[in-house]
């Protein structure tokens, strides 16, 4: 598995980084498909907040954490993605023993008009759109923790969007030509 560190405003020693890359590798006893993994450690205003990622065989997993010092914030983060990659495993287990025949379908009728006050956009995020269905697509939601997910409809071969809509509730915008 290739692991890559990226610091913003703070400085990993050789220590750290052994430790991490230790803690990380162990990650391939829970998903052997792992193809590599980044860390991002940033510190800003006293606090450190580390982000781990993960590529599972094109499916990507997220944590971030906070915490006063580096290695806490990578233990916590180190946690959460761990949790994401078991839930992730047992979701292609389930589906390919249930043989994924349940199709959900939502639909959001209402037109909402964008308000004429100035937007300013700070970030542009360029993702790369994969055909999946509908369970996949809120599976791989909820494995990057955004409470949103862009993705190719499988069936109709539209760009459709999955978001959460409360506790267990999540919503699907589809485009209307």
């Known amino acids: 598995m290739d692991i890559r560190f990226v610091q913003r405003g703070a400085e ?3 220590k750290l980084r052994e430790y ?15 193809l590599n993994c980044q860390i991002v450690v940033t ?18 997993l997220r ?13 916590q983060s180190l ?9 992730h495993a047992s979701y292609l287990k389930d589906r390919a023993q249930l043989g994924a025949s349940e ?16 937007i300013n956009i700070d970030k542009v995020k360029k993702v790369e759109v994969h055909p999946m269905d509908i ?18 409809n499988g069936d109709t071969g ?5 978001y959460k809509r409360g506790e267990d509730s999540y919503g699907l915008i589809e485009p209307v030509k």
Do not use: W, Y
């Open 43 to 60: 510190h800003h205003k006293g606090s450190f907040n580390v982000e781990t990622t993960a590529n599972a065989n094109g499916v990507i």
């Open 158 to 162: 539209e760009i459709n969007v999955v």
């Open 20 to 34: 991490m890359e230790k803690k990380i590798s162990r990650l391939e006893k829970f998903f052997r498909k792992i």
């Open 12 to 14: 990993v020693d050789d």
């Open 135 to 152: 369970n996949e697509a809120v599976a791989q939601m909820e494995l990057v923790g955004h409470s949103f997910f862009v993705f190719q």
């Open 79 to 87: 946690k959460n993605l761990e949790r994401r990659i078991k839930k």
């Open 103 to 118: 199709e959900f379908s939502f639909s959001v009728d209402e037109v909402v008009e964008p308000e004429t006050k100035t």
């Open 63 to 75: 944590a971030e954490e906070d915490a006063t010092e580096p290695r806490k914030a990578f233990d």
